[in-house]
């Protein structure tokens, strides 16, 4: 059978091009396929696989909880929206304002993102041992949460970074 190079967006839960065989039908039955088996997973695919998942997971359940508790309705722009405070430098946000926002390379973002970030306080236990997955999720699931808006966040977590190189 002859292979054909396709390029995929996300298969399961890794992103790369893959080598597939030329399957008749639609682009998810060919992905399908890829998924039962044509594919090899690194470990680190299985890894990052597992952190976005569990990431979903928060998304889904703690952050919107915690969300849903210290939203407050203010008045923004004449109108009242449902908003969040930055824990930093105070700036109140409406829940679904997206905006283009400064990138590290100082460019603006192609795509809105939303205006604020859930931060874990304390940071989450990095997983990267299968040992680690324990205290890595009960850190992201159970750690405490702020809001930051959007630079105030990457600031922080900036600082976090350095902080764990030195
Ligand atoms: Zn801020």
Known sequence: ??????????VGICRREILVPEIKGSFKQIIQKAELGKLSLTDGDIKSGIRSSLRELWRASTRAVFLEGIRRETLIEGKHRLSVKCKECKRVMWIGAKERVKLKNGKL???????????????????????????????????????LCYSCHQSHTDKQSKAKRS
Not at 1 to 10: D, G, Q, S, Y
């Open 1 to 10: 059978m002859e292979t054909n190079k396709v390029k995929t967006k996300k």
């Open 109 to 147: 973002s192609k795509k809105a993102k939303s205006v604020f970030q859930v931060d874990h306080v304390h940071g989450c236990h990095p997983f990267t041992e299968y040992e680690d997955l324990g205290k890595f999720a009960k850190d992201l699931f159970h750690g405490e949460l702020r809001v």
